[in-house]
């Protein structure tokens, strides 16, 4: 497995994972009337270029940060097969 070196590309590489995942292994609860509009915002974060152009407005401390942050709460929710689903 290999982890983006760069804070950027692996905020990217964290968020369009985890969106990908959500899609893929909670479809039933994504599709309760409630999260209407978590749905809009989960398709922007399955648009790399979406979210490329998001973790660009970030300076690379605060992209590593966030990227950790993502993947700290994945893993404490239970997710999926990696405590970071950034890593490829």
Known sequence: MTVPDQPRDRLVAVV???A????????E???LPRFEAER???ER?????????????CNPAEAE??????AARWA?????????????
């Open 20 to 27: 990908g995942r959500l899609e893929r292994e909670q479809p």
């Open 45 to 57: 974060l399955r648009d790399p270029t979406w979210v490329a152009r998001a973790a660009a407005a």
């Open 16 to 18: 369009s994972d985890l």
């Open 65 to 70: 940060r966030i990227a950790d942050l993502v």
């Open 40 to 42: 809009a915002a989960l």
């Open 76 to 88: 404490g929710l239970g997710g999926a097969d990696s405590a970071d689903p950034g890593v490829v």
């Open 29 to 31: 609860l994504l599709a």
